[in-house]
Structure formats: C-alpha cells, structure tokens
C-alpha cells in the first residue's frame, strides 16, 4: 500500500490502460482524507478531466446541493472515482479500465479508513458490491462487508436525465444521514 505521495505520484505515471494516454489530468479525488463517508463515482467527465478534481461538473454540482440539503459537513466525507482517467466521450470504462485502477481505489479506503461508502451508480456498486447486481434492484439498501456499511445509489447524472430518481435518491442519502450521524456520535462518546 502507498502512502497518499505515493499513491499520487502512481496515478500520474500510470498508463497500464489506454485511458492514461487520453487524459488531460488525473482524478484522483477531493474532501476529507479523514473522512467517515467515501463517496465513489464511475469516472472523471469532461470537467473533471480538465480541473483534476471528482465530481466539478453538473452532476458534481448536484451531490453538492444535496449534500448541503442533508447538512453533511464537507469534513465528513471524501470523494472518488472507479477510474482516475476520463473515458473517452464518457463512456462506461470497461471491465479492463476499472480493474486496471481498483487497486488505487482500494488504496484511497485503505488510507481513508471510512466507515461508509456510497456507490453512486451502478459502475461504482458493480466494481465494489456485486458484479451481477442492479441498481434498481438494491439501491438503497444497506449492505456491510468488512466492518464498512456500503450504500448503492443512483448516481446524479441520472437525476439529470430522469428527475423521477430525485426522491429515491434524496431517500437513499436520508438513510446515510441516519448512519453518519450515529457512528459520529459514537466516535464522539
């Protein structure tokens, strides 16, 4: 396992796939790497490639409000992606991107020692919950694994094209709200 200098410096000399030889920047994540919650996402998109940073576009901007409209502090949470590199055209990366950057991703938990984790998407959930699962089917529902609780979600780019997802969602991030705040508490007690 790299340290955070390490784990850096070997997203931004990595190549082992063909996304590394497109990218403008590497997106490795941004918030607290500290954090209780870890949020993870697909990949970085068009504004995320040009900024170097997770989750900076429309969907970004998105997570944002509803993040501040569930009083989650900044400071409890980090976000990151499957893949550190923009797929071309945003496209889905392929079984042979994500496992290609799974083990940077495993490093950022390592680090990060979060107690939850929020797949937002079904790329997320299928990479770190089940290959064979739905996102309609288990979203929203709380599954433990290796002392973690993981939540399945929509991701928020859906919520732009399907405002239907809205309610489902903001009911998803009301059970994370519940669970932050309860380890919070007992982290504080």
Request: hydrophobic share 35%; proline share 5%; net charge positive.
């Given at each position: 396992?790299?340290?955070?200098?390490?784990?850096?410096?070997?997203?931004?000399?990595?190549?082992?796939?063909?996304?590394?030889?497109?990218?403008?920047?590497?997106?490795?994540?941004?918030?607290?790497?500290?954090?209780?919650?870890?949020?993870?996402?697909?990949?970085?998109?068009?504004?995320?490639?040009?900024?170097?940073?997770?989750?900076?576009?429309?969907a970004g901007?998105?997570?944002?409000?509803?993040?501040k409209?569930?009083?989650?502090?900044?400071?409890?949470?980090?976000?990151?992606?499957?893949?550190?590199?923009?797929?071309?055209?945003?496209?889905?990366p392929?079984?042979?991107?994500?496992?290609?950057?799974?083990p940077?991703?495993?490093?950022q938990?390592?680090?990060?020692?979060?107690r939850?984790?929020?797949?937002?998407?079904?790329?997320?959930?299928?990479?770190?919950?089940d290959?064979?699962?739905?996102?309609?089917?288990?979203r929203?529902?709380?599954?433990?694994?290796?002392?973690?609780?993981?939540?399945?979600?929509?991701?928020?780019?859906?919520?732009?094209?399907d405002e239907s997802?809205?309610?489902?969602?903001?009911?998803?991030?009301?059970?994370?709200?519940?669970r932050l705040?309860?380890?919070?508490?007992?982290?504080?007690?």
């Amino acid at each position: 396992m790299y340290n955070w200098e390490e784990l850096i410096e070997a997203c931004e000399n990595c190549y082992k796939c063909d996304l590394g030889k497109t990218r403008k920047n590497i997106v490795i994540g941004r918030g607290n790497r500290n954090a209780v919650m870890m949020l993870v996402g697909e990949g970085p998109g068009e504004q995320e490639d040009i900024q170097g940073l997770p989750f900076v576009g429309a969907a970004g901007k998105l997570l944002d409000l509803l993040l501040k409209g569930m009083r989650i502090p900044e400071d409890k949470y980090y976000i990151a992606n499957i893949v550190k590199c923009r797929p071309p055209h945003n496209r889905v990366p392929t079984d042979d991107e994500a496992e290609t950057c799974l083990p940077y991703l495993r490093n950022q938990v390592f680090l990060i020692k979060p107690r939850i984790i929020v797949c937002l998407g079904a790329t997320a959930m299928k990479y770190i919950v089940d290959r064979n699962a739905k996102i309609t089917q288990i979203r929203g529902q709380w599954i433990e694994r290796k002392g973690y609780w993981i939540m399945p979600t929509f991701h928020p780019a859906a919520l732009l094209r399907d405002e239907s997802k809205k309610i489902l969602m903001w009911q998803d991030f009301k059970r994370v709200k519940q669970r932050l705040d309860e380890i919070c508490q007992n982290q504080s007690s």
